[in-house]
């Protein structure tokens, strides 16, 4: 599987689109996302060139390079891993509206009001620890939930050179440090992110993945990182478990966007038909369901049955209704400044890199 994923990837980065192919950009792992576009391909006939993102550049490079691109650029659909940057592509209209029936599937708390993104699929930022580390914290504290003492242990811990986070300027770190940024300040945020790396030794890693393994292996005893990591780690054999990452009480669901992408190729800015079709097969219940099923394990956030879905699933489908709202909260504006913020600090300092 891993040797068939990485011929794919090979060749979708080096062919040349034919007149006929779509053009996806795509900063979902390949190992999730292929056989998804594989078997869309196997479908309708319609054949598709994938430029994936890296690990260590998640989602911000190929927002970055979309809009540097601008009108220029090849690509007909961009399948991003969150939603801010897709947001700040919107904002830069490199975005085109579609209202169609995956968008009219989602709550307005899952979609943009324009229609120039949807969101499917998503995951939970988590806590992964070591199953020993968890429970003799627990010990110590058996009235206080795991969640809770791992908050404490990080916030107030002297030596934090056992814990890890991916670097922040990427991925859904990136979304979670600029919610934190929304919520508490620029300077606030900088000042206990530079006072954890240079004084208490927080590991900062180049990704996601990064973080899952060192906890895994026991390099590390906890970390940030998603529930398709965790789940990984945990299929793996690796004795750990993950728990809800709460910001302010309140978990972080980041979903999966996908948005047709504005060029000039397009007759009158319309998108080719073959692009709502892939929109629409992304957004569909089979598409959210095998990401349910997956290793991944990810969340659906359209009309998939409760009864459809793996065991392991379920308990985080209840999260949707507590988490922070993102989508709704990047209407006026404020998140994507944080982010922009974070990213204009994150690219100029090298303590939290």
């Known amino acids: 599987m891993v040797g068939a994923v990485g011929l794919f ?31 869309f391909t196997e479908k309708t006939g319609i054949p598709v060139v994938v430029r994936y993102d890296t690990e260590a550049t998640k989602s911000l490079g190929l927002v970055d390079q979309l809009i540097s691109e601008g009108a220029t650029t090849e690509c007909d659909l961009f399948w ?23 968008w009219k599937a989602r709550s307005p708390g899952d979609r943009d009001a324009l229609g120039r993104w949807t969101g499917f699929a998503a995951r939970a930022r988590v806590w992964i620890a070591t199953d ?53 300040g620029l300077e606030m945020i900088q000042k206990s992110l530079r006072e954890a790396v240079s004084q208490r030794h927080l590991r900062v890693v180049a990704g996601n993945g990064a973080v899952k393994n060192l906890v895994a292996t026991n390099a590390a005893v906890l970390g ?17 478990s993950m728990f809800p990452l709460l910001y302010r009480n309140r978990p972080i669901l980041i979903p999966n966007t996908v948005a047709l992408v504005a060029h000039r190729r397009l007759k009158e800015n319309h998108p080719r038909p073959e692009a709502f079709q892939l929109i629409e097969y992304l957004l569909s219940p089979e598409v959210e369901l095998a990401l349910a099923q997956s290793g991944a394990r990810q969340i659906p956030l359209g009309t998939v049955a409760d009864e459809q879905l793996p065991e392991e699933v379920k308990p985080w ?14 209407e006026n504006g404020e998140l994507i400044k944080a982010r922009e913020q974070a990213v204009n600090w994150l690219r100029q300092e090298d303590v939290v890199r």
Request: hydrophobic fraction near 45%.
């Open 9 to 39: 990837i090979f060749w979708s980065w080096i062919q040349q689109p034919a007149a006929s192919s779509l053009v996806v950009f795509c900063a979902h792992d390949a190992v999730y996302a292929e056989p998804i576009l594989r078997r």
């Open 80 to 102: 991003n891993n969150e939603l801010l940057g897709m947001v700040a592509l919107a904002e830069k209209d490199r975005l085109i509206a579609h209202q169609g029936p995956g």
């Open 132 to 184: 020993e580390f968890a429970a003799q914290l627990k010990k110590e504290q058996p009235d206080r939930t795991p969640a809770e003492l791992f908050a404490q242990y990080f916030e107030k811990q002297e030596d934090l050179s056992r814990v890890a986070i991916a670097r922040p300027l990427y991925g859904t770190t990136l979304t979670q440090v600029s919610l934190m940024i929304q919520e508490e």
């Open 224 to 240: 940030w990182t998603d529930t398709d990591d965790a789940f990984s780690a945990i299929d793996e054999g690796a004795a750990v």
């Open 317 to 330: 489908m209840t999260l949707r209704q507590q988490a922070w709202p993102l989508a709704t909260m990047v």
